[in-house]
């Protein structure tokens, strides 16, 4: 019997029936991720980028999508509560604002509508982020909620750390959220010293053992921290030295961020309550007892917008909010950020402002720290550049801010970059800025910023170098999945 087994096994081998037989599953298994693919609400580039790859390396891309590849996963939005902030004890109305059709759009696309009766202070460096962070946290009286996708293993790390367990151990409820994969190297004892004071820190989504499929990929960019229910401080700040600390660091990357206090401070507070009680199990409904409704009240005269972006939230409201900034855009547009390798519409709205006459201006840095993505984004500078727009190159340091202002008259500020990644894949959260004076701080701050930059050139007549060209166009062709 087992010679019989053996001649038949010989005989499948020389036939290549072994591997078809292996092959078969494996070519229905990728029929069916392309048929999902096709029918997911992805960027077509995103959408090219996977196929290509499915096609070209299937026994490389198949597993990378069943791990990486996940976006809107019914699964998880079934599991965590969609991302529609509500103040509570009140309904948020529409605001009168002057951009009133890109509040619309936003609301239309999945998010809140703007609130009145805020106040917001920009934060320009990693000091004063710093500082304005330690402020909160020894001033808050009840509660403390901070979700971060970077704790740093570091002095600043440490010392919030500590800070933290000294408020905990006061009575303050503290409650930290960290991404996972971002706050790898902060897992095991890092965190000891807050749990024996009493607070409480969970993961999100944690990488190994995988809680959903997709979960490898699906992270918390959020960076949020509310105090009292009614401050908030926002940006793109990481707790780490790299971003924040008490003195100054020269290899400090340029952030930007904002102290919100008011009824958007109650929105980001929401945001934060659904994904403590995604992660945790804990109800909703009960940490948001602890509200008290006194929270809504007006604190000052800035008309915000909470918006919040990823796959717990039914449409791209983040997304469609920038692509309506750009198109409402009469006189000037500014894009900072550290990473830009948008998607074709955002990139061809830009395209065509710049050659209507717009003033056009996106920075970045000289080299960010993924140089792949920078590859990437040579052609989108080229082309921004031959279309009239003013790209400028931030030459000291790395470049980290996240923001867009039009007309001086509406503003974002938040955790997303320009790409793909955090536009359509991530959890990201944003503010609109609907009020004009605060517009024109974001751009009295971006005009400052610009004096730290050189402006970018381009020679048409520049001959191609081979090497350079053949790296960026694979860089361009795989970017969606960056």
């Known amino acids: 019997m087992r010679e019989k087994f053996s001649d038949l096994l010989e005989r499948f081998v020389s036939d290549g029936l ?10 229905v298994l990728a029929l069916l991720l392309v048929a999902r693919l096709m029918s997911e609400k992805r960027a077509p580039a995103n959408t090219f980028a996977w196929l290509l790859g499915i096609v070209l390396l299937p026994w490389i891309s198949v597993p990378f999508y069943l791990l990486f590849g996940g976006r809107k996963l019914r699964r998880l939005v079934r599991r965590k509560s969609c991302v529609l902030p509500v103040l509570p004890g009140a309904v948020a109305h529409p605001a009168k604002s002057a951009s009133a059709p890109i509040a619309q759009t936003i609301v239309s696309a999945g998010a809140a509508p703007p609130v009145p009766g805020n106040t917001i202070e920009f934060i320009a ?8 962070l330690e402020k909160q946290i020894r001033a808050a009286c ?43 190297f902060s897992g095991g004892g890092f965190t000891h010293r807050l749990h024996r004071a009493g607070g409480e820190v969970a993961r999100f989504m944690p990488v190994l053992p995988f809680s959903s499929r997709g979960s490898a990929n699906l992270r918390n960019h959020r960076k949020i921290a509310i105090f009292d229910h009614c401050t908030a401080i926002i940006g793109g700040h990481n707790l780490a030295r790299e971003y924040m600390g008490p003195t100054r660091f020269r290899k400090r990357w340029q952030d930007f961020g904002a102290v919100i206090t008011g009824p958007a401070a109650a929105l980001l507070n929401d945001v934060f309550i659904a994904d403590w009680a995604f992660v945790t199990g804990q109800s909703a409904a009960t940490l948001r007892a602890e509200i ?40 000037s547009i500014w894009v900072v950020t550290p990473y830009f390798i948008p998607d074709d519409v955002l990139f061809r709205s830009l395209v065509v402002k710049a050659r209507s006459g717009v003033a056009v201006n996106l920075m970045v840095p000289a080299r960010s720290d993924h140089r792949i993505t920078d590859f990437a984004r040579r052609h989108y500078l080229r082309e921004l550049r031959r279309a009239g727009a003013r790209v400028l190159l931030f ?48 751009t009295a701050w971006a005009e400052a910023l610009a004096g730290h930059c050189r402006e970018a050139k381009f020679d048409p007549d520049q001959k191609p170098r081979f090497f350079g060209n053949l790296l960026e166009d694979l860089s361009r062709l795989f970017a969606p999945l960056l």
Do not use: C
Not at 303 to 310: C, D, K, R, Y
């Open 18 to 27: 072994l591997l078809q037989l292996f092959s078969l599953p494996g070519f």
């Open 125 to 132: 460096n990693g000091e004063d982020a710093y500082a304005a």
């Open 142 to 184: 009840h509660t403390i909620h901070i979700t971060t996708f970077i704790l740093g293993r570091d002095d600043t790390g440490r010392r919030l750390v500590r800070l933290l367990a000294e408020r905990a151990r006061a009575g303050v409820k503290v409650r930290l959220l960290l991404d996972s994969l971002g706050s790898w």
């Open 292 to 331: 008290p409704e006194s929270v809504i009240a007006p604190r000052g005269h800035s008309e915000l917008q909470v918006v919040a972006s990823g796959p717990d939230v039914p449409g791209d409201p983040l997304y469609e909010g920038i692509v309506s900034m750009v198109q409402e855009a009469k006189k």
């Open 395 to 442: 030459t000291s340091g790395m470049l980290h801010s996240k923001a867009l202002i039009v007309d001086d008259d509406v503003g974002l500020i938040g955790s997303a970059n320009f790409d793909s990644r955090s536009l359509f894949v991530n959890f990201e959260i944003g503010v609109v800025v609907h009020t004009a004076a605060d517009a024109r701080a974001m």
